[in-house]
C-alpha cells in the first residue's frame, strides 16, 4: 500500500530519512543505512540496515529501535509527510517516462487483479494519504517482540 511505502522512505529511503540523520548525520556510527519493504494482500514485512563499526552495533540498534518506537507512538511530521508525497510524485513522473517501466508497472497491477482505473488514480490515494494512515501501520509492524535482529560482523 501507498502507507507502507512512504513510511519505509520517511525512515530510511533516502538523506532526509530518519536513520540517515539519526545514524549518519548526528551519530556518525553507520557508513550506510537502508529500510526496505514488502507487501501483499494479507501481510508485509519491514527490513532495516545499517552498515556500522562493528564496536557500535547496539548503540545502533538502540537508535534503531527508538526510531520505529517514536513513529509507532507519535507519528510522523506534516514536512515528513511532504517530503515524501513529493518524492514519490517525482519518481513516478521519472518512471512514467519509460515505455518498459509503464508496461511493468501495468503488468503487475493487473496481474494483482487491479485495472487501469486503479493506475491511473494512484495520485489521488497518494495525496489523501495522512499521517494516521502512516502511524496505523507502525503500530501494527512496529513491536518490538516481533524484531528479528540479525547482527553479522
Do not use: P, W
Not at 23 to 35: D, K, M, P, Q, T
Not at 63 to 80: A, Y
Not at 106 to 125: C, H, P, Q, T, V
Amino acid at each position: 500500500t501507498i502507507a507502507f511505502n512512504s513510511l519505509a522512505q520517511i525512515i530510511g529511503g533516502d538523506i532526509n530519512s530518519r536513520l540517515f540523520t539519526s545514524l549518519r548525520e548526528e551519530s556518525g556510527v553507520a557508513y550506510s543505512v537502508g529500510f526496505d519493504q514488502n507487501n501483499y494482500d494479507k501481510f508485509g514485512y519491514f527490513l532495516c540496515s545499517a552498515i556500522v563499526d562493528a564496536n557500535k552495533s547496539d548503540y545502533s540498534l538502540k537508535l534503531i529501535k527508538k526510531i520505529l518506537h517514536d513513529i509507532k507512538e507519535k507519528g510522523v511530521t506534516k514536512k515528513e509527510l511532504t517530503i515524501v508525497k513529493n518524492f514519490i510524485r517525482g519518481s513516478r513522473m521519472i518512471d512514467e517516462e519509460s515505455v518498459l517501466v509503464q508496461s511493468q508497472i501495468l503488468a503487475m497491477i493487473y496481474a494483482l487483479g487491479f485495472d487501469y482505473e486503479y493506475f491511473s488514480k494512484r495520485n489521488e490515494r497518494l495525496m489523501d494519504l495522512r499521517i494516521k494512515d502512516l502511524q496505523e501501520v507502525a503500530k501494527k509492524y512496529f513491536n518490538e517482540s516481533a524484531y528479528y535482529t540479525y547482527i553479522l560482523s
